[in-house]
Every structure is written in structure tokens, then in C-alpha cells.
């Protein structure tokens, strides 16, 4: 990737793995599969694109410290998150803030949704006036479209779902966090209301600075928002890099197959060529493989492709995990 020689990375994902076990036979199989990404520290927006069950959430809950990879290492601003305690685990909550599918899930539906935005303020964010904290959510909210007035004394279930999903993310930045993670948080609204929700995940970053990580399984929507993109199958990212170039030349076959069907994009109407594309769903036993896990579907495989698991290569600062683009003699992950 560009490189970050400004710092440290945002963020750094570091042959991240994931086991889940099945059964009595104790079946393993790794939803989150040798994950490598690198996120540099200015205010980007990255999508995570995959079908069902290819391992996104999985991920997002590595990332915010919910599930402990059992291997490899998640920094954040260069810390390792499953290490963090006390103070540098607050602060950590503080910066890294999460958006989830279903905004009526995060509520409680017996409680006042302004009440956790009172408890945000007070315990996380540090203010202990009531007039003060009122102000602050006042003006927090209204950087998503709404103000006290319409979200104090009402119930989740009084607020329609878009309205609930700018509550959730006015919540998210409270804490004025430097990254959110948000986890299909458009894909249970209808198609008008989803611009207005990702158009103010792009207000966000440009006023506050703050990077997303967004995750979808539709890349009509990443690409109207993001700049970089990793694509997820079957828990590999087996492509990441600026989302221009990897959905207007991409170089997986998986990545291809994907877009095949779109003709002739126009980067100038980025908004308007991609088609929504639901990806389909997968088994599980399919993340079981020892070569490529894609090598069943791919018209390139070759035997070297089902026997063994394809090195991460940089093409033009693109990372592809494809036994196509390694070059003899050059060891995983470097440029060509
Ligand atoms: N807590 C869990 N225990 C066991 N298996 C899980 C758990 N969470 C997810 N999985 C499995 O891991 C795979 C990836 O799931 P998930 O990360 O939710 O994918 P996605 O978000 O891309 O749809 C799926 O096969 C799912 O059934
Ligand atoms: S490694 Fe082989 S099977 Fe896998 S995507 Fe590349 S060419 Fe296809
Ligand atoms: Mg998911």
C-alpha cells in the first residue's frame, strides 16, 4: 500500500486469524483466514466487500476487541488492541466506535434513546453538566440531520429506521472517535434513504476527520463512498487496494467474476454505473481448502493453485492474493 511515513498506520492487521469449532468432532474452519491490511492515518474510508459468510463480521469484531484472533495481531495507532487494560483500553473505546446492521437491535426498546446518549457523555466523553452534556448531544446530532428536540423523551420504536441508524451514529460520535466501524448499516433501509445515510458518513469524515470502515456485500455503495477496498472470500482478503483501480481493473479472477457483468464503467459516473450486486451465500465447508479456496470456480487454476495456498503479491500498490501475479524469486508480499 501508499506507504505511512508520516507515522504509524491507523490501523494494522497482521496475519489476523480466526478459528470457529463445530460439533463433537470438533470441526475447525477459519472464518477469518491470514488477514493483512494496512490503514494509514488520515481520514480515509475503506469498504469491506464479501458475500455472506465470507468472514466480515467476524473481522469487524477482531478489530473492535469483541473476538481474540488465534492468530496474528491487530494494531491500532501501533498498539496491539488485545492487550490493551485500564486507561489505554478507555482510550481505545474512545477512538475506535462501532455502527451495526439493525439500529433497533443497539436499543433497548424500554428505555429512552436519549438516555444512552446522556450515559456516553457522562461516563466516556467526561462532562458532568446536565446543561453542557445537553448542548453537546444537541450538537453532535445535529451533525447527522437531527437535535434534541426530536430525539429527547422518545423510544427507539418512535423513530423510523433511517432516523434510529442517525441516532446510532450520532452516538458512534460522541466520543469524537477516529475511526468507525459500521457494519452493514444501510443494508435494512430502503435504497432512498442509504445515499442519505453514507452521504453522512462522508460529511463526517470530511468535517470531523473520521475514517470508516464500511462493510457491505453490495459494491454499488462501496464504491460510491470509499477509497480503498479489500474483497473478502471465504475469510481471505484476496484483494485490497484503491477502490478505483480494483473495481476498474481488477486483478483477482474472483474480483473479475464479480464485475463481469457491468459494462463499460465511467469512473466520471462513479455513482451511477455499478449495478447493486447481492453476492450470493456459501457453505461452510468451502473455507475448508488446501490450495486456493477458489480454485474450484476459477477458469486460470492450475494444479500448483489446489495444492497450495496462493502468496500475497503487490501489483501497483494492489494487493492480490493470486498465484497469477507471483513472480519467481520474489518472496510473498513484495513489489513487482
Ligand atoms: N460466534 C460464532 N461461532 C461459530 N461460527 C461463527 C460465529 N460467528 C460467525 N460464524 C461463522 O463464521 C462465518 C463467517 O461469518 P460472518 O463473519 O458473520 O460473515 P459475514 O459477516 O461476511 O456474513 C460463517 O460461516 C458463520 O456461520
Ligand atoms: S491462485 Fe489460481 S485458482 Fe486462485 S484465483 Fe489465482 S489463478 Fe485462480
Ligand atoms: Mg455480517
Redesign the pocket.
Known sequence: MAGHEAGKPLLELRGVTKI?R?GMFGFRFR?VDDVNLVMEDRPLILTIA??????????AKIILGIHKPEYGQVLYRGRDIHRLRGRELLWFRKEVQAVFQDPFASFNPLKRVYGYLYETVKNIVGISERAKIDAYIDEVLRSVGLNLDKVKGKYPHEFSGGELQRVAIARALLTRPRLIIADEPVSMLDASLRVNILNVFKRIREEMGTSFIYITHDLATAYYISDLIAI?YRGSVIEYGPIERVLTKPLHPYTQTLLESIPEPDPRRRSEWLKPIKLSGIE?KE?VAKGCKFAPRCPYATKRCFEEPPPEVVVNGVRVRCWLYYVKGSSPAEKR
Open positions: 470457529f463445530y472464518a464479501g458475500e455472506s459468510g465470507s468472514g466480515k463480521s467476524t473481522l473478502m461452510e473455507f
